[in-house]
């Protein structure tokens, strides 16, 4: 599975972005989504992320109500919707997938839950 993430880029607070994360090659039967972000000198934490079964989304208490992860599974790809953005959303985004059992509502939250990752796309705000 490759995964190739875009939509980064420069961004003055308040403002907004969307990313988009599409797999290609050999894809999962059934599969949940997640967006992580790794800031300068920090580790990778979850975002965001979409189950495979009913599309439930979770998110960090940092963006809940600001961020809005969605998916099209036609075109395997998931969206991070961005709003109100602040100087503390500046990170290297990243993308990533897991096979689940087809009936699972629930998303990985930790890194390592995780053998499939985009490469990254930087998202920077500046005052």
């Known amino acids: 599975v490759q995964l190739q993430a875009s939509g980064g880029g420069l961004v003055q607070a308040g403002g907004s972005l969307r990313l988009s994360c599409t797999a290609s090659?050999?894809?999962?039967?059934?599969?949940?989504w997640a967006w992580f972000r790794q800031a300068p000198g920090k580790e990778r934490i979850f975002v965001a992320g979409?189950?495979?079964?009913?599309?439930?989304?979770y998110y960090d208490d940092s963006v809940s109500g600001r961020f809005t992860i969605y998916r099209d599974n036609a075109e395997k790809t998931v969206y991070l919707q961005m709003t109100s953005l602040t100087l503390e959303d500046t990170a290297l985004y990243y993308c990533a997938i897991e096979n689940v059992p087809i009936y699972a509502e629930f998303v990985h939250t930790m890194t390592d839950a995780y053998h499939h990752w985009g490469q990254g796309t930087q998202v920077t705000v500046s005052s």
């Open positions: 090659g050999s894809t999962l039967d059934s599969y949940s």
């Open positions: 979409i189950s495979w079964y009913r599309s439930r989304t």
